[in-house]
Nanobody
Framework: QVQLVESGGGLVQPGGSLRLSCAAS????????MGWYRQAPGKQRDLVAT???????NYADSVKGRFTISRDNAKNTVYLQMNSLRPEDTAVYYC???????????????WGQGTQVTVSS
């Protein structure tokens, strides 16, 4: 069984920084793209950033220049460094892995449980 577990959320003032982590556990041979999504109250879940297993990153326009996604393939972990945070960044942040190779089979569309990020003074 594969699990994604996020950590690092919390309350931060506008202009501050947070670093989110998402660790995949279980018998994992390979994870292709990993990504972060967020969902604010009453809104749909939106893409924040994705990163391929060779390090190619993609960002939503709203976070370009402020957020940086990275990963450690040896640890099956993806990170999201969030700087210059704004109140509109407040949301539950979810980790996603569209495809994970585990014990000879592919597991599709894995999600973490989410971590709350609140940006407020």
């Amino acid at each position: 069984q594969v699990q994604l577990v996020e950590s690092g959320g919390g309350l931060v003032q506008p202009g501050g920084s947070l670093r989110l982590s998402c660790a995949a556990s279980g018998s994992i041979f390979k994870i292709n793209t990993m990504g972060w999504y967020r969902q604010a109250p009453g809104k749909q879940r939106d893409l924040v950033a994705t990163i391929t297993n060779d390090g190619s990153a993609n960002y939503a326009d709203s976070v370009k220049g402020r957020f940086t996604i990275s990963r450690d393939n040896a640890k099956n972990t993806v990170y999201l460094q969030m700087n210059s945070l704004r109140p509109e960044d407040t949301a539950v942040y979810y980790c996603n892995a569209p495809s994970i190779l585990s014990m000879g089979r592919w597991i599709f569309d894995s999600w973490g449980q989410g971590t709350q990020v609140t940006v407020s003074s």
